[in-house]
């Protein structure tokens, strides 16, 4: 070390982690907490998960050669302490802010991050698909993913597990902290559980193993007796399990916050070679009081005092609270109404609905697709299902929405959380996507409320239908509404800035807030502006609409979302189609190109030119500066 500075300061890469003495990792294990809390209280992020993957961290890089080892994570938000010790930590101050270090695994980023991800159960799949491209091209290095926090509780993981048993020099670690983001849910948990309580047979073995090598001369040859004395003992204390039914090689359950015996442990599993599954149980939170108690809260969190833990309070409620209020007064009054989340209750704001009716509460686990489907079985029995979902997760149930919802006409309701940006978050979580996709499946109704009191309507709307509907909100709280609209019904809302509008902008969610402020900038310079929100996305009334373009020089359609495919398109393709507005210019403001970075709601709306003063020069740009 050198002398005045902080363990942590001295660690540039992987290789000056080696050089420290094993009796001097507790500081250093210590010192790499102490700034985890320090910039998630500044900048918010996933605190919970990175405390408790602080040692398996540090051993990982200490056992293996990266990057040409490879360690994939599962659920990225597991990744901070790998960046701190992949020569990030300089730049760690800037983590989830705009221009700075991703939240989570990024290969553009770093050669370190050898596979990007932002939602779970990824990291087995690609894992075997590198360890293949390694074999095929003669790379005789290791492939470690790392898969826990309730990625377990997600299909695709089973898949890959069902797919690498031949895969040599792979190694799966599965980090058992019992939660996802609540508290783990379902079979595997419960199998999970047995092994959690008990570590005779590992403790055990590792005791006949040391015996054994420490016998002078003989000891290396024992190591095949010790091998078939650790199968005994296995056999007799515990019976084989789901891994090595699997044709996996099995080790643990282990301490996973004990960076000594990680170290030996993987270290053994790189000379076995084979596939292997090392099953560690960790602390969500370790090291931090607050965040020990409260990992669900301290999963996720924005900007807090880190003295006290508690978070710094952004004033008011927000939409996810807005919903499940609005959910449980309906389902008082009816009681076919379900409730399902895909292991957030929490965030979803479902937390409420699951206390008051737990009967007709279904937490499914980090399984978006059985979750459709599982809805769709409850709807074709009579009950009302409502799915909580962010909406970057609901992409990973397209074709359920197609297939078990849509074609079969089921009255399930989509309610979409965290639709359009969704700021520190990134790309991994924007949820950009959804309306283009609803927009393509017939039979959805969808609907984009912007206040907490739309957003109830909506819901009441939604599961009265008889066929899928989706109601889709963002991040956050609403904001001020301002100008009182002009018109306004279920459908849509008109806002009138002077008489004969030269410009009609078509919008919807909380951009329409920047668009009101745009609508009324172009007034102040002469030239009058109307904006159509509309409430209901699909279906839409296409003449309806038209008419209130009738006269207009330019019709601007703005949105916060993907492009291709969105009301943008679907509006000026009607249009065009029906011949109405030949004679007006249609253009269309939204998401295109590349995938939105990661920063402030605002940086990013500048970023795509959706402020409110970038879309009122752009607009005047185009109809000129003449007075209407």
């Known amino acids: 070390m050198v002398a005045g500075k902080n363990m942590l300061e001295t660690i540039h890469s992987p290789a000056d982690l080696k050089k ?52 994939i994570f599962d659920v990225g938000h597991q990744a901070y302490v790998h960046k701190l010790l992949t020569g990030r930590r300089e730049q760690f101050a800037t983590l989830r802010k705009h221009g700075g270090l991703s939240g989570f695994p990024k290969i553009s980023e770093s050669e370190y991050d050898a596979f990007g991800c932002g939602h779970s159960s990824t990291s087995i799949s690609a894992a075997i698909g590198i360890a293949a491209a390694k074999r095929l091209s003669g790379d005789d290095s290791y492939t470690v ?40 849910v379902g079979a595997m948990d419960t199998y999970l559980n047995r092994f959690r309580n008990s570590g005779k047979y590992f403790r055990l073995k590792n005791r006949m193993k040391r015996f054994f090598l420490h016998i002078p001369l003989l000891g290396k040859g024992l190591v095949k007796l010790a091998t078939w004395v650790k199968n005994g003992l296995k056999h007799l ?52 009081s607050y965040a020990e108690a409260r990992p669900d809260l301290f999963h996720g969190i924005g900007r807090f005092d880190p003295a006290t833990g508690e978070p710094y309070s952004s004033g008011g409620g927000n939409f996810s609270a807005a919903f499940g209020n609005a959910l449980c007064r309906l389902a008082a009054e009816d009681k076919r109404i379900c409730a399902i989340s895909a292991a957030m209750p ?60 849509a074609l079969q006409k089921l009255p ?42 739309e957003l109830e309507r909506a819901l009441e709307l939604a599961i009265a239908l008889p066929s899928p509907a989706a109601v889709r909100y963002p991040r956050g709280k609403e904001l001020p509404c301002g100008k009182k609209a002009t018109f306004a019904d279920d459908t849509l809302a008109v806002y009138d800035y002077g008489c004969d509008p030269a410009v009609v902008f078509y919008t919807y969610g909380r951009l329409s807030a920047e668009v009101r402020q745009a609508a009324e900038a172009l007034a102040g310079k002469g030239i009058p502006a109307r904006v159509v929100r509309l409430i209901r996305l699909k279906p839409l009334e296409i003449s309806r609409l038209a008419a209130y373009a009738e006269g207009a020089s330019l019709l601007y359609v703005a949105e916060e979302g993907i492009r291709e495919g969105g009301i943008g398109e679907t509006l000026a393709s009607a249009f065009a189609e029906a011949g109405i507005c030949r004679d007006t210019r249609i253009f269309i403001r939204a998401i295109t190109g590349e995938f939105p970075a990661h920063g402030s709601t605002m940086e990013l709306f500048a970023d795509l030119g959706l402020t409110a003063e970038q879309m009122a020069a752009e607009a005047e740009g185009m109809v000129g500066s003449v007075a209407y």
Not at 152 to 165: D, P, Q, V
Not at 268 to 285: F, M, N, P, R, Y
Not at 420 to 442: M, R, S, W, Y
């Open 346 to 405: 929490d965030g979803t704001g479902l937390a409420d609905f699951a206390e008051i009716f737990p009967e007709r509460f279904f937490d499914v686990g980090i399984a978006e697709e059985h979750a459709v489907t599982f809805a769709c079985g409850l709807a074709r029995q009579g009950m009302k299902p409502v799915f909580a979902v962010y909406s970057t997760f609901a992409q990973r149930a397209y074709d359920q929405l197609i297939h078990d919802g």
């Open 412 to 453: 399930i309701v989509i309610a979409l959380d965290r639709a359009g940006l969704v700021g520190e978050d990134g790309p991994t979580h924007h949820g950009i996507f959804d309306v283009a996709f609803l927009n393509q499946i017939p039979g959805f109704t969808v609907y984009s409320p912007e206040t907490y009191g």
């Open 20 to 71: 420290i003495p094993g009796d001097e990792l507790l500081n250093l294990t210590n010192e790499i907490r102490e700034e985890l809390v320090r910039v998630v209280s500044e900048n918010g992020g996933h605190l919970a998960a990175n405390l408790g993957v602080v040692e398996l961290t540090v051993a990982l890089h200490r056992v293996f050669d990266c990057p040409t080892d490879s360690i």
């Open 145 to 184: 993913a790392v898969i826990g926090d309730g990625a377990f509780t997600g299909g695709m993981a089973y898949e890959a597990l069902n797919n690498c048993a031949g895969t040599n020099k792979l190694i799966v670690i599965l980090n058992d902290n019992t939660m996802s983001i609540a508290r783990n």
């Open 237 to 288: 204390l515990v019976r084989e399990n789901f891994f090595e039914h699997m044709g996996l090689s099995y080790y643990g359950p282990l301490d996973g916050n004990d960076e000594a015996l990680l170290e030996t442990v993987l270290q053994e599993a790189k000379e076995d070679g084979h596939c292997s599954v090392v099953h560690i149980l960790t602390q969500k939170g370790k090291g931090y």
